[in-house]
């Protein structure tokens, strides 16, 4: 983390190195679930590099007791946004999996080989890529389902392709076409479902979700305070026009008091004179 310029903006890259950062020390058990959430929202909440650098000061960044990476100041062309830092390259960290009567899982931070295999009888299975790194920029899952399912979760700007058979069973076909973004890899979901299923889907992974919810509860605590601003200033306003009304209005009771008094005074004066008149 970067401590030569604190007051510079973070970016969504920088936030999001810390929170892997945090996710190592919570499998780690360097943090417990409370500790990880408060950190987490921090990172989530911070605008600039001073404000980040504190969240994983006593942590290092990985399991051989690193010091925490210090935040480039410059943006390297080479990268293509945040997926070139997740194609890894060499081999996956798991290439199979079997589920007999039984589930399996594959989520959380692993490397997705070139080419996955598993395979579901009277049994479930999920593949879970959205925090997972990628061994090649297209990766193969190859789904072998007899009366059972598979589901296979891709993060948004993943490219998707399906080309699996099913008898009396079926692949989700719903998430293909949908365009990659620039650099991020391809996945091909191949295989074979007999009286099973292989379903396919995106989702946001846990932290981004938290991110959104705590962007949209500030645009509601935004939207609010826009609201109570608002509502006192009309507030102010028809407090001024209350104001200036009950003024004009004493103006105006002023000024026949003066009128009247004056008309008094015009009427005495016209009485002297007839008095004097008549006396002479």
Partial sequence: MTEDAPELRASDADRERVAEVL?????????????????????????TYGELAPITRDLPSGPGGAPAPRISM????????????????????????????????RKGRWTVPRRFNCFAFWGGGEIDLREANFADGEVEINCIAIMGGMQVIVPPGVEVLVRGLGIMGGFDQREEGVPGD???????????AFWGGVGVERKLTRAERQRLKEERRQEK????????????????????????????????MRDRSRERREER????????????????
């Fill in 23 to 47: 996710r190592d020390a919570l499998a780690e058990g360097r943090l417990d679930m409370e500790e990880f959430g408060e950190r987490l929202d921090a990172t989530y909440k911070a605008r």
């Fill in 74 to 105: 410059t943006k390297e062309p080479a990268q293509s946004g945040s997926w070139a830092g997740r194609i890894v390259g060499g081999e996956g960290s798991s290439t199979w999996a079997v589920a007999i009567m039984s589930g399996f899982q």
């Fill in 182 to 192: 620039p650099g991020a890899p391809r996945v091909i979901v191949t295989g074979f």
């Fill in 221 to 252: 605590l935004d939207r609010k305070a826009s609201l109570r601003e608002l509502a006192e200033s009309s507030r102010d306003e028809i407090h001024d026009s209350h104001r200036r009304m009950l003024e004009g209005h004493h103006d105006l």
């Fill in 265 to 280: 005074r015009e009427e005495r004066r016209e009485e002297r004179d007839r008095r004097r008149r008549r006396e002479y």
